[in-house]
């Protein structure tokens, strides 16, 4: 069955134009020549979707996301994907990394056996693309509001549990400070994985051999990640330096006001592009609840007693306040505040969308509305709301 989008402006591809007639078969975008089932477009299209005085942008793709609605990805469980799939899609996400903290290797293994098993699996919302291990691997001095009792050097001891799961993790967060993390850097890489530097107390020496190694990507510009200092009397950039001025790597803001502010987002603009530059919503599993200052008693698997979250003011915090927690924020949100701050409309779509895909090497099947690419679309009103989600052809939010 053929599906024709018509009217509204396609945003795609760093462009804005009038759609043409957008086509959908088999959950596939398609040219007229390419569309040959019932309804093909010569016949005429079965379905008509109105999306007249809407944006049509490619799905958008959360690459770094814990949770919602007091679900996480380290629950690893059929409900909690499905919460957070489903929470996701509400905001125009058609595909998720799910994101899991620092916690005890054991753990770890275990949501990378349940992704695994998951793999390939429909969920009624956003797609389920892989893991992001963001610890235990990270540096003390640079942890965040990660727990630092569980975290771990970089021996190859203490990542080879996680090597036979390199399929199910699509990203993995490395602290590139030491010897052994280029060796768990060349480790992954090798094996397809996305590597992260992130969380760390590094500075251009370790930062070379690391990207030398394999490493791509940084998590979470500006927030938990080395700048620089001095070196036996010398100045060296830290990781955030290097991540705007190294064109190997690219990176990943939270645009929320609280982790980055627009002067932030409009530096990294400057110095990466929209090719390179990513928002995420590092949404933590506090996000998505009703608005207003609450305190959370939080569980991690493995881990006795529970943590302290407070939502103060739109963020998440641990409990003196001291750090943020992980925002509360989703992408669509992102999207809106980038554009307010001054990033052109359709370089901060590629940011959710081509931008992502490319991070996690999946941008021949998503990431644009190219035909012979998923049919993973959202609909947006001039205000950049979402009013409607479709995923592989179906939709899958409405609002």
């Given at each position: 069955?053929?599906?024709?989008?018509?009217?509204?402006?396609?945003?795609?591809?760093?462009?804005?134009?009038?759609?043409?007639?957008?086509?959908?078969?088999?959950?596939?975008?398609?040219?007229?020549?390419?569309?040959?089932?019932?309804?093909?477009?010569?016949?005429?299209?079965?379905?008509?979707?109105?999306?007249?005085?809407?944006?049509?942008?490619?799905?958008?793709?959360?690459?770094?996301?814990?949770?919602?609605?007091?679900?996480?990805?380290?629950?690893?469980?059929?409900?909690?994907?499905?919460?957070?799939?489903?929470?996701?899609?509400?905001?125009?996400?058609?595909?998720?990394?799910?994101?899991?903290?620092?916690?005890?290797?054991?753990?770890?293994?275990?949501?990378?056996?349940?992704?695994?098993?998951?793999?390939?699996?429909?969920?009624?919302?956003?797609?389920?693309?892989?893991?992001?291990?963001?610890?235990?691997?990270?540096?003390?001095?640079?942890?965040?509001?990660?727990?630092?009792?569980?975290?771990?050097?970089?021996?190859?001891?203490?990542?080879?549990?996680?090597?036979?799961?390199?399929?199910?993790?699509?990203?993995?967060?490395?602290?590139?400070?030491?010897?052994?993390?280029?060796?768990?850097?060349?480790?992954?890489?090798?094996?397809?994985?996305?590597?992260?530097?992130?969380?760390?107390?590094?500075?251009?020496?370790?930062?070379?051999?690391?990207?030398?190694?394999?490493?791509?990507?940084?998590?979470?510009?500006?927030?938990?990640?080395?700048?620089?200092?001095?070196?036996?009397?010398?100045?060296?950039?830290?990781?955030?330096?290097c991540a705007l001025e190294d064109d190997r790597l690219s990176v990943e803001l939270i645009a929320d006001g609280h982790h980055t502010n627009a002067r932030m987002v409009r530096l990294a603009y400057k110095a990466k592009g929209p090719d390179?530059?990513?928002?995420?919503?590092?949404?933590?599993?506090?996000?998505?609840?009703?608005?207003?200052?609450?305190?959370?008693?939080?569980?991690?698997?493995?881990?006795?007693?529970?943590?302290?979250?407070?939502?103060?003011?739109?963020?998440?915090?641990?409990?003196?306040?001291?750090?943020?927690?992980?925002?509360?924020?989703?992408?669509?949100?992102?999207?809106?505040?980038?554009?307010s701050w001054g990033i052109p409309l359709a370089h901060a779509v590629e940011m959710v969308t081509g931008a992502p895909a490319r991070v996690i090497r999946e941008y021949s099947r998503m990431g644009s509305l190219d035909a012979g690419k998923?049919?993973?679309?959202?609909?947006?009103?001039?205000?950049?709301?979402?009013?409607?989600?479709?995923?592989?052809?179906?939709?899958?939010?409405?609002?």
């Amino acid at each position: 069955m053929i599906t024709k989008i018509k009217g509204g402006r396609i945003i795609s591809g760093k462009r804005i134009y009038d759609n043409p007639g957008l086509l959908i078969e088999d959950g596939m975008l398609c040219s007229g020549r390419e569309c040959a089932g019932p309804g093909s477009a010569e016949a005429g299209p079965a379905e008509v979707i109105d999306a007249a005085g809407l944006y049509i942008t490619p799905g958008f793709i959360d690459i770094h996301t814990h949770g919602a609605l007091m679900k996480s990805f380290h629950d690893g469980t059929a409900d909690s994907y499905q919460t957070i799939s489903g929470f996701q899609a509400s905001h125009g996400v058609t595909s998720v990394v799910g994101a899991t903290s620092t916690m005890p290797i054991p753990e770890v293994v275990r949501c990378c056996r349940f992704m695994e098993s998951q793999q390939g699996r429909e969920w009624k919302g956003a797609r389920v693309l892989g893991l992001h291990i963001e610890g235990p691997f990270l540096s003390i001095q640079n942890k965040g509001a990660h727990r630092a009792e569980d975290i771990l050097s970089c021996e190859r001891k203490n990542y080879e549990p996680l090597l036979p799961f390199a399929g199910a993790i699509k990203i993995i967060t490395v602290a590139p400070d030491n010897d052994d993390a280029i060796g768990m850097i060349k480790e992954f890489a090798g094996r397809g994985v996305t590597v992260n530097g992130g969380h760390d107390y590094s500075y251009e020496t370790f930062i070379d051999r690391a990207i030398d190694a394999g490493m791509t990507h940084t998590t979470h510009l500006f927030c938990a990640m080395s700048g620089w200092r001095w070196t036996n009397g010398k100045k060296y950039f830290g990781l955030t330096e290097c991540a705007l001025e190294d064109d190997r790597l690219s990176v990943e803001l939270i645009a929320d006001g609280h982790h980055t502010n627009a002067r932030m987002v409009r530096l990294a603009y400057k110095a990466k592009g929209p090719d390179r530059m990513c928002l995420v919503s590092d949404m933590a599993e506090v996000g998505g609840l009703p608005p207003g200052d609450a305190v959370y008693e939080l569980r991690t698997p493995g881990v006795p007693g529970s943590h302290t979250i407070l939502v103060d003011n739109g963020v998440a915090k641990l409990p003196d306040r001291s750090l943020n927690a992980g925002s509360i924020t989703a992408v669509d949100a992102m999207l809106r505040n980038a554009v307010s701050w001054g990033i052109p409309l359709a370089h901060a779509v590629e940011m959710v969308t081509g931008a992502p895909a490319r991070v996690i090497r999946e941008y021949s099947r998503m990431g644009s509305l190219d035909a012979g690419k998923l049919a993973d679309i959202t609909l947006l009103n001039p205000a950049l709301d979402v009013v409607q989600t479709i995923v592989g052809g179906k939709t899958v939010y409405r609002a």
